[in-house]
């Protein structure tokens, strides 16, 4: 088996974190490799994965997150951490890492044994262009700066069912800009299947495209 | 001026709480003070990193007792002030809005309910009609808009302000813990952009001139020594707000005409409620769909005619009953049926209003 | 009569001996002093301090019990140039809505707070306060305050001043030193006027009605019986 893969999934509330870390646990479950995905979204805590915690799992995956009923008031007081997730990176195999929004970004990260001497962690911006907030190359470059410690950026620019190759396409476009800016690489574009067929196997800039399945309409608390 | 938060149209990929933080700076809100609930937090956290761009304040409150005066004060002073909150802090709103009714404060304030009774759940309900609706010790002159999607919760928030500086009533947005957190597109707009005027605010305290030399000072006032001063005062108000009522009330209907079953809901149920009566309609069943999109006045003269129609109803929500209550209170004297189904706490799918349509069609 | 004052509400509403009157005429001297009638928003509390809605020529509102500190505090926050007065009694600045004050004083709000002391509630008939003195008997401790039971009377005022920072102005007077009390309400002012920060000024008061008692001993009570527990002078002070 190739290389152990670490990545952490990061960006802007509701900018499509979960749902990469997500399809990129599940594609390399796929391979048959072993995968560990953790739930480290402590500002909005367990949103991500109720109910599809069980499909996850009867796939091989790991996943390290609350269960909705194992926790109390979650989004308002007790434990937002699960503690399994402190020690996530000793796990053996791959290990997908989903960090919740928040304006410490991540330093999310600090809360992870052996975060800041891991070889192989890589940290991902996911970035999609039709959230306002991350709308053009000036505010994707001065977001990105404030989050900290990031390596590489992911487009995941959509609009839900309105999407078309060519949104996706313009992000890749505004994506690839600001990347370069920050000088850092874009590891893929993603988007869910019938786009992904339309678009190749490389976007407009060259970057791999990934194929999503969209799972997230089914997570809730 | 500061400059303008949309400066052209475009569609975009939000949650709920963001599109509030956004239509409110839409609708030149001035200021909002809040305290932290979810599922409402994020409508201050998107605030927060916004309004210093747009020259706009925010005070983070002790408690929502504060959240809601500070609200009061805000809007006395003459500025757009807003406020959001939900469930257990909605239920220390209910002091400040009394006095925001009786003394006609335009306040606006966004509720995106969350279970109860008490703390219960941070997720959903529709179990905080009541309480918005006709909460606090007062008579209900309030004005409160029922949203069901991202688009609505934009449009609404915008005309909250214009609706609560035009008519003087305190005006909530109702959202819901789902609608909070969901993502979905919608349309971002100036709403100037659009011919929406945007009614300016006018202060209350702290006008022009000289109190006693230029003007008469401006004394306000929620406390009054006769019941005949205080029953004048809250009939002349009552009188306005009956006046404004039809103006002001909103609804959406459809397949009202031939329908054998019209099927009754509010905000988010309204969506799963519309999406089982199209789906029916396709196979050939005879349904409809009547929505109050303001629960606050209710479109009386169109819940009337429908229940004078003498075809089934049912009425569904995540609550038990509380807009059954306020909507069988106009419905009365008609001999008609209202079918109930009452979640509470618990979404409505459409599978679910089919399967309850179905029943009562058998 | 102070000019800030309102000629046709007077005489005012309160009771022969009451304490309102005096405090409210050390401010309303000082805001003729000071210059800043045309600027000044008024907010008064329920409880007597209510009688006090339209007692001046300023834009005055009154609010809920308790609820005078945040109402004002958000008049301010909506237009800093406005020179904001809160005003209270006991009841409302130490009891109900003293999660208000103190929050007000910690975040250093640019607000005046005036607060009335008169050691109970009077405008509903004369109960307990958290500055009831011990053995003194309301209508709620019929047998006198016993410390045991219900504690001891409130340090309101250096409570304020513990979460207060340096910059802040944070004073005790009394009726019985008006010339002393005026000084203070006008040095609180003058601290929100050079947006300096939070200001607040207790004023020991009398309330005869309730406490039942003739010239003399009202004047016992607040000369000699209050200052053993509520301490005249200034805490905070930015000189």
């Known amino acids: 088996m190739s290389k152990r893969i670490v990545e952490a999934y990061t960006g802007e509330y509701a900018g499509g974190k979960s749902e990469n870390a997500l399809n990129r646990a599940l594609a390399l479950a796929r391979q048959g490799r072993i995968v560990t995905l953790v739930d480290l979204d402590i500002v909005e805590p367990v949103y991500t994965l109720r109910p599809i915690q069980e499909e996850l799992r009867a796939l091989g995956i790991n996943v390290i997150a609350w269960k909705t009923a194992e926790t109390v008031g979650l989004g308002e007081a007790g434990t937002t951490l699960k503690p399994g997730a402190r020690w996530a990176l000793r796990h053996e195999g791959d290990i997908i890492l989903d960090i919740g929004y928040g304006v410490e970004g991540t330093r999310t990260l600090n809360l992870l044994e052996g975060a800041a001497t891991d070889q192989d962690l890589q940290v991902i911006a996911v970035i999609n262009i039709s959230r306002p907030m991350t709308a053009e190359v000036k505010d994707i470059v001065e977001h990105v700066r404030e989050m900290g410690r990031v390596d590489a950026l992911l487009n995941n620019t959509h609009l839900a069912d309105e999407t078309t190759p060519k949104v996706v396409q313009e992000g890749a476009r505004v994506v690839a800009e600001a990347a370069r800016h920050l000088g850092l690489p874009v590891v893929a574009t993603a988007a869910v299947t019938s786009i992904a067929e339309e678009i190749g196997d490389v976007d407009c800039m060259g970057n791999p495209v990934r194929v999503l399945t969209r799972y997230m309409q089914k997570a809730f608390w | 001026m500061s400059k303008k938060i949309v400066e052209q149209e475009k569609r ?189 605010p006018e202060a209350y305290v702290g006008k022009e001139g000289v109190p006693g030399k230029d003007r008469p000072p401006a004394h306000f006032r929620n406390t009054y020594n006769m019941e005949e001063e205080l029953y004048e005062l809250v009939m002349d108000a009552l009188q306005d707000y009956e006046k404004i009522s039809p103006d002001v009330a909103e609804y959406h209907s459809a397949g009202i005409e031939d329908a054998e079953l019209v099927i009754v809901g509010h905000g988010i149920v309204y969506r799963a409620i519309k999406a089982a009566v199209e789906a029916m309609r396709e196979k050939g069943l005879r349904v409809g769909y009547f929505r109050p999109v303001t629960l606050r006045p209710l479109p009386v003269p169109q819940i009337k005619e429908l229940m004078a129609s003498n075809k089934q109803i049912l009425l569904m929500e995540s609550s038990y009953g509380q807009l059954a209550r306020l909507f069988k209170d106009v419905a009365y004297g008609s001999s008609t049926k209202i079918n109930t189904f009452f979640k509470p706490g618990m979404g409505i799918t459409a599978e679910e209003v089919e399967a309850a349509a179905r029943e009562i069609l058998k | 009569m102070p000019q800030s004052w309102r000629a046709d509400t007077k005489p005012h509403k309160f009771c022969p001996g009451c304490g309102h009157g005096l405090v409210l005429k050390c401010l309303g001297q000082a805001i003729d002093e000071l210059g800043i009638q045309g600027k000044t928003v008024f907010g008064c509390d329920i409880g007597c301090s209510l009688l006090s809605w339209d007692f001046f020529n300023l834009d005055s509102v009154q609010t809920h019990h308790g609820r005078t500190t945040p109402v004002v505090t958000g008049i301010k926050r909506a237009r800093p140039e406005l020179i904001c007065i809160a005003y209270m009694g006991d009841g409302g600045g130490y009891s109900i809505g003293v999660q208000h004050l103190i929050s007000a004083a910690a975040r250093d709000e640019k607000i005046t707070a005036i607060l009335a002391n008169n050691t109970q509630y009077a405008m509903t008939g004369g109960q307990m306060a958290p500055t009831t003195m011990p053995g003194q008997k309301t209508e709620t401790t019929p047998y006198g305050r016993d410390p045991e039971t219900t504690g001891f009377p409130l340090h309101g005022q250096e409570m304020v001043a513990s979460v207060s920072r340096e910059e802040a102005y944070v004073a005790r007077g009394s009726i019985a030193n008006l010339r002393q009390l005026k000084s203070f309400i006008k040095k609180a002012l003058e601290n929100q006027m050079k947006e300096i920060g939070f200001s607040f000024v207790e004023a020991l008061s009398a309330c005869p009605t309730n406490w039942r008692t003739n010239a003399a001993e009202t004047w016992d009570f607040i000369e000699e019986k209050m200052p053993v527990y509520f301490k005249v002078g200034e805490t905070r002070k930015n000189e």
């Open chain 2, 12 to 200: 975009a990929f939000m949650t709920g709480n963001e599109v509030v933080a956004w239509a409110a700076l839409a609708a030149k809100a001035d200021i909002m003070y809040g305290y932290p609930i979810t599922p409402q937090n994020e409508i201050m956290h998107y605030w927060t990193r916004m309004a210093p761009k747009y020259e706009k304040s925010f005070l983070q409150t002790e408690d929502e007792l504060s959240a809601g005066f500070t609200t009061i004060g805000g809007v006395m002073a003459g500025r757009k002030a807003f406020t959001a909150t939900a469930g257990p802090g909605n239920t220390l709103m209910q002091e400040p809005m009394s006095m925001a009714e009786m003394m006609r404060l335009p306040t606006v304030v966004v509720v995106q309910q969350r279970g109860g009774p008490s703390t219960a759940t941070v997720i959903y309900s529709q179990q905080e009609v009541t309480m918005t609706s006709i909460g606090g010790n007062g008579e209900g002159m309030r004005i409160v808009y029922s949203t069901s999607s991202h688009q609505e919760l934009y449009d609404y928030t915008i005309k909250a302000f214009n609706t609560a500086w035009k008519y003087r009533f305190p005006t909530f947005v109702l959202g819901d813990g789902y609608q909070a957190k969901m993502r979905e597109s919608l349309t971002l707009y100036d709403p100037e952009a659009r011919g929406i005027e945007l009614i300016p």
